[in-house]
């Protein structure tokens, strides 16, 4: 049955992953889900990273669009195409805007909502794309967004006599993860089979845990 299981992941257009903590005869270990539209794969494991992931033989020859919360190690595995959940991205949103007062987390929160919804209109409608035009303005107006974000959060300067690299704010390290992974956050609205979040993998191992 496993093995059936992990062949139809492996089939899957799209496959969402996430990872929470569980304990294990008293030990905290990891309960890992790789989850589509038709089926779930539960795996326990000691560990939360790479070793967990290769063991549970999803993510290495996976070729589809895997989907997660951008945890560094799933981005590890070159052979997929990547996706980035937004529901994160707008609660680290709401706090730059919110609690750090940068105008920009809320015109980015915007643009994503309103991507999402233009996806919506346009799936409902038959589409199985954005208008070329359309997501040509969404783009400019992400990397201006971004463009903004940077110039209010340049790099700390170097501490005198203190090693190492100067600590980021939030704010930086999210402007950070949205410019370089412009394609994986976006990846719904360029590909109608992708979810704004990922919010199907979160569900099945909360429910399990």
């Not at 992990?6 to 890992?32: I, M, N, P, Y």
């Amino acid at each position: 049955f496993i093995e059936t299981l992990r062949e139809g992941l492996s089939r899957a257009k799209v496959v969402h992953f996430d990872e929470t903590g569980a304990r294990v005869r008293g030990k905290l270990w990891w309960v890992h889900g790789a989850s589509s539209e038709l089926l779930t794969l539960y795996f326990v494991h000691p560990r939360r990273g790479v070793l967990a992931m290769d063991a549970m033989d999803v993510l290495p020859g996976f070729t589809g669009v895997a989907q997660h919360d951008g945890w560094k190690p799933y981005l590890r595995y070159e052979g997929a195409s990547h996706a980035l959940c937004n529901a994160h991205h707008l609660r680290e949103l709401e706090y730059v805007s919110s609690q750090m007062g940068q105008g920009w987390a809320s015109e980015m929160a915007g643009l994503l909502l309103e991507i999402k919804a233009a996806v919506g209109r346009a799936s409902d409608k038959g589409k199985e794309a954005l208008d070329p035009r359309l997501l040509g303005r969404y783009l400019a107006r992400y990397d201006r967004i971004v463009a903004a974000g940077l110039a209010a959060n340049p790099l700390p300067e170097p501490v005198p006599g203190k090693k190492g690299r100067p600590k980021k704010s939030k704010a930086a390290n999210l402007l950070e993860r949205l410019d370089r992974y412009r394609s994986e956050v976006l990846r719904f609205g360029t590909n109608f089979a992708v979810d704004f979040d990922n919010n199907l993998s979160e569900r099945d191992v909360r429910m399990l845990k």
